[in-house]
């Protein structure tokens, strides 16, 4: 039996209107369009978020005390990584506002940061730091949890985490503080190669921002600070009492 293979995109579809292609090309990732659009089987390289900075950041602001917080985490002995994130809830819209990035020190070191950022505070870990062992061979994910951090692992879902945070950024629901320049930096050079891969280098706070967003609904969960901090429970507050 022979076989053949038939490459059909868009316009080989005439019922689709150019209105509905230029909108379901405008809701469809960069590295995806051509496989979409015109039936062409590959993935694509270049950059994983292409958007001007101007268009995703904003000015530094106070964050209203009601909207709740968290944070993003990956471990790593070459870099360990952290990024806050806090969530309008009524708009939609997350707002990443402080970031950490330190390489080669022991964990006791990170968790002094860590909790300088909100020691109540839950984190989205990488979910492998719970099979990655430190120096005598102690689970990464107990070693922090045991120096007192809030961690959950967080949704590693990759392919779908990157669509729901190219799919935030082009919809202006998540915004980055323009003070961030790890973050951005990381931003502008997140990538990835001629067969579609991500490149994973310069990358531990894009992890966690995929984290804190993935896991947004057990992760960022606390409102307020220090004693008046109460954790969000299904859309409401509960103190820490």
Same mark, same amino acid.
């Given at each position: 039996m022979s076989k053949a293979t038939v490459m059909a995109g868009w316009d080989s579809v005439p019922h689709i209107s150019e209105a509905e292609k230029a909108r379901l090309l405008a809701a469809t990732p960069p590295h995806l369009r051509d496989a979409r659009s015109k039936g062409i089987p590959r993935v694509g390289a270049g950059a994983i978020y292409p958007?001007?900075?101007?268009?995703?950041?904003?000015?530094? #602001?106070?964050?209203? =005390?009601h909207w709740p917080r968290g944070y993003g985490f990956d471990v790593g002995w070459r870099a360990t990584a952290a990024l806050w994130c806090a969530w309008n809830r009524t708009e939609d819209v997350i707002y990443a506002y402080r970031e950490y990035k330190r390489g080669e020190v022991e964990p006791a070191v990170h968790v002094a940061a860590l909790r300088a950022g909100?020691?109540?505070?839950?984190?989205?870990?990488?979910?492998?730091?719970?099979?990655r062992g430190v120096n005598d061979g102690e689970r990464l994910f107990d070693a922090y949890t045991d120096l007192g951090l809030d961690l959950i692992p967080a949704d590693n879902a990759v392919e779908a985490g990157l669509f729901e945070v190219w799919e935030r950024f082009s919809a202006g629901r998540?915004?980055? #503080?323009?003070?961030? =320049?790890?973050?951005?930096?990381e931003l502008r050079l997140y990538r990835r190669d001629d067969k579609g891969r991500v490149v994973k280098e310069n990358d531990h706070l894009m992890?966690?921002?995929r984290y804190a967003v993935m896991t947004r609904e057990r992760c960022l969960v606390w409102q307020g600070s220090g004693a008046q901090a109460v954790r969000v429970v299904g859309g409401a507050a509960r103190s820490r009492a």
């Open positions: 958007f001007e900075l101007e268009a995703i950041t904003v000015p530094d #602001f106070d964050l209203p =005390a909100g020691a109540q505070m839950v984190g989205a870990s990488d979910p492998a730091a719970r099979n998540l915004k980055v #503080f323009a003070s961030l =320049a790890k973050t951005l930096a992890d966690c921002l």
